[in-house]
């Protein structure tokens, strides 16, 4: 959201912009691999609160930047932290999931989806009473401290069994060989790269490529964002009745299907309600996948778990890279028709799953 508001000001054309993202998404993915495995020698409460504040750094240097060294430098930053975090949080999921034997990922995930939905639509709201887009980096520091210190406060549950970092990397290393789980990877990685491309470039498409004013713009990545957490709310009862593999064989087709009327007009009822759609559909792709992997890897779910998140959160970074290449060559609208392209090829592995899982 305020994603378009930084480019026009820094005068970011879709291929410097998409460039950035990239570099960004490069140290992202070299931050989660290199010291990703931290999050088990310095304790989960020790590692969220280290990679919050450099997350929260990068925040604060985007609401600072004036020039396009700055802005890069930033996203380095501020990459490299989210990505950290987002490994730091997952891992406290899979702990939490083990512990209680529940099946609590899905209502996990719609929490962030519901931050979403609250953060698109109090930008919008804001921008729109003429609040600078600066302060209203400086203001998310804000919710992400009082998460972290709500966090680092409370109980958090041990994780099942502790590892050194060369243990941890041996016990990690054959997973990245199994065929199974790498579909699984593959199927999270479209999942995420979907939402990484909705997150950044639906805004700009709104705002920038249809001329939707900020308001109704932020109130179309609101409505992707609550569609994301409502599905993940309504997802547990889904899943029990149909089973993992056919809920990624009905959503891999509903996304491409909400995509392409998103981008085939430019009524706001058409473009809102396509992505009212996609992001129903989207919702419980990562969350099943993550369910997959623990089933593929009975007695080490955490293990494989961490396969999925460190493959898939690499789709989230680099599928807004691959939008901004595509969209200095052939526009904005059909870059985003990659995301239905995702969505078709979620139908294809979760096909090629069948061999491997129930339905």
């Known amino acids: 959201m305020l994603l378009a508001d930084l480019s026009r000001s820094l005068g970011l054309s879709p291929g410097p912009l998409g460039f950035a993202l990239f570099v960004g998404a490069l140290a992202s993915m070299l931050a989660m691999a290199l010291l990703g495995w931290t999050a088990d020698l310095l304790g989960r409460r020790t590692f969220i609160a280290a990679s919050a504040a450099v997350f929260g ?28 975090y987002d490994v730091g949080i997952n891992a406290v999921a899979v702990d939490l999931e083990l512990a209680l034997r529940r099946r609590l990922m899905s209502l996990l995930h719609a929490a962030f989806s519901g931050g979403g939905v609250v953060g698109a639509v109090s930008a919008g709201v804001m921008l729109s009473a003429g609040t600078d887009y600066r302060l209203l980096y400086l203001l998310t520091l804000l919710p992400l401290g009082a998460a972290v210190a709500a966090l680092c406060l409370g109980r958090l549950p041990d994780p099942p069994e502790r590892r050194g970092p060369e243990d941890g990397g041996a016990g990690r290393r054959p997973l990245y060989r199994n065929g199974p789980l790498l579909l699984v990877a593959a199927v999270a990685t479209l999942g995420l790269l979907s939402e990484g491309e909705m997150e950044h470039w639906s805004g700009i498409y709104l705002r920038q490529t249809l001329g939707f004013p900020a308001l109704l713009g932020g109130s179309g990545v609101a409505v992707f964002y609550g569609a994301m957490a409502l599905g993940r709310l309504g997802g547990a009862a889904f899943v029990a009745r149909y089973g993992n593999r056919r809920v990624l064989l009905c959503a891999g087709p509903l996304t491409a299907l909400g995509m392409l009327l998103s981008l085939a007009g430019t009524w706001p009822p058409l473009v809102v309600g396509g992505f009212l759609l996609v992001g129903l559909a989207l919702s419980l792709v990562v969350p099943v996948a993550f369910s997959l992997a623990g089933e593929l890897s009975p007695g080490r779910a955490g293990a494989g778990i961490s396969v999925v998140t460190t493959l898939g959160y690499g789709g989230f970074l680099v599928g807004p890279v691959i939008v901004g290449g595509m969209a200095e060559l052939v526009g904005l609208r059909l870059a985003l028709g990659a995301i239905a392209a995702s969505g078709v090829a979620i139908f294809f592995l979760a096909l090629l799953l069948g061999r491997f899982v129930k339905a």
């Open 57 to 84: 750094g990068g925040v604060a240097g985007l609401a600072l930047a004036e020039g396009y060294a700055m802005f890069l430098a930033a996203l380095v930053v501020l990459y490299a932290g989210s990505g950290l």
